[in-house]
């Protein structure tokens, strides 16, 4: 199973992806062989409040990332609840655009069910990309909170969507997400607040970006924003460090 993995197929991806999932001891032996490749991957978190525009900002990283040649992994992370169950339905649909690309693999992270925390399932998950070959790993997460400060241990590089006119959600950002989140992206741009918030934003973090995700613009820049971060994590430490260690190997 590990070699077929390794060879890229994504039946076993998935199905290796399901027994870590449920912490099945045999998965756990796979990620082990798994992890002594030498293949690095680019894992990038997307992170930010329900409707901020992180599924539509994705889908631009997908078909900027395929537009340069690079295999690119999805981890949309959803929390299980009636509320937000509705998304799920909504991200696949968004991104539905790459599914028959065989260099894009998308897969939902439900977090209800995980026994061993949901950080660590989707660390897991991000591994078996990266010894598949998918040099991209973008990991989608909803809302605000302790449970998302864990899976942003997983990611190289975050990046926190804003959308304008969410003034009290951008309040909270501050005090909290943006401490760990090097690019904030405004995203909708095109909305009415999108300047104050910009402006706002510029005081506290030092790369804002502004997106229109709906129309692609600003995806260019905001791929310029990422690797020059992950030039400087390279530059700082093993890229891969964090990761391994969330795996415990
Ligand atoms: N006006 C505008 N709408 C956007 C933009 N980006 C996303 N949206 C819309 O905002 C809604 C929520 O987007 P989605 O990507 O699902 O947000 P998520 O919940 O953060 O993943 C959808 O209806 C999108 O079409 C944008 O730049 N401008
Ligand atoms: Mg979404």
């Not at 894992?43 to 930010?48: A, E, P």
């Not at 942003?152 to 304008?164: E, F, G, L, N, R």
């Not at 790369?207 to 260019?220: D, F, P, Q, S």
């Amino acid at each position: 199973m590990a070699d077929r993995v390794k060879a890229g197929e994504v039946r076993a991806v998935s199905r290796v992806i399901t027994l870590l999932e449920s912490q099945n001891p045999e998965g756990l032996a796979i990620l082990r062989l798994l992890v002594s490749g030498s293949h690095r991957a680019a894992v990038i978190g997307i992170t930010g409040y329900p409707g901020a525009g992180k599924s539509t900002v994705v889908a631009q990283l997908v078909a900027a990332y395929r537009s340069l040649g690079m295999k690119v992994g999805v981890l949309a992370v959803d929390i299980s609840s009636p509320v937000t169950g509705g998304a799920l339905l909504g991200d696949r649909i968004r991104m539905q655009e790459h599914t028959l690309d065989h260099g894009v693999y998308i897969r939902s992270m439900a977090t209800r069910g995980h026994h061993g925390g949901l950080a660590q399932a989707t660390s897991d998950a991000a591994l078996v990309l990266e010894a598949a070959g998918y040099e991209v790993i973008l990991i989608e997460t909803i809302g605000v909170g302790q449970n998302e400060v864990e899976v942003i241990d997983v990611a190289h590089t975050v990046v926190a969507i804003v959308a304008p006119g969410l003034g009290d959600e951008v309040q909270a950002m501050k005090a909290g997400l943006l401490e760990v989140a090097p690019i904030v992206v405004v995203n909708k741009g095109d909305l009415a607040g999108a300047d104050s918030t910009l402006r706002d934003l510029r005081d506290w973090c030092p790369t804002v970006l502004r997106t229109i995700a709906t129309t692609g613009e600003g995806i260019a820049e905001l791929v310029a924003a990422i690797a020059e971060h992950q030039r400087l994590h390279e530059l700082l430490g093993p890229s891969v460090s964090r990761i391994r260690k969330g795996a415990g190997v």
